[in-house]
């Protein structure tokens, strides 16, 4: 079963366009928060180290990936939440308190959800010929 998840999870990947790709990556990002967040309540240290890791992982990778020459104001505002969810990341590691994940999960859904809204549009503009 968990074979099976990885290849449709691979297959995902494989077939995402770009647009696809980052949704994907605020996917993984939020879920991670989440689990980190859930492990903060069940005091299990070693998982909230691992979802926080993939966490700040993502968003570095994000945060990499930013061209700030042409991405413009976008892209400098898209690096000060990159580094605002990196400093909460880390608040909420060494506070043991998963509500320093809270307004990072909020901010995060809000931008997944414009970057899903472009991803849709562009298959809806590829689908038409566009």
């Known amino acids: 079963m968990i074979q099976g998840v990885r290849q449709y999870a691979q297959t995902q990947v494989q077939t995402a366009s770009g647009v696809q790709l980052i949704v994907l990556l605020y996917d993984g990002m939020i879920q991670a928060m989440k689990l980190a967040q859930q492990s903060i309540r069940d005091n299990n240290s070693a998982d909230k180290a691992r979802f926080l890791d993939r966490a700040l992982r993502v968003v570095g990778e994000l945060s990499a ?66």
């Open 65 to 130: 990936v930013l061209d700030l020459d042409r991405g413009g104001v976008i892209a400098k505002d898209l690096q000060r939440i990159y580094e605002y969810v990196q400093y909460q990341l880390l608040q909420a590691n060494l506070a043991h308190d998963g509500r320093h994940l809270d307004a990072p999960i909020k901010s995060l859904s809000v931008i997944r959800e414009a970057w899903q809204e472009l991803a849709e549009r562009g298959v809806r503009h590829e689908a038409i010929g566009q």
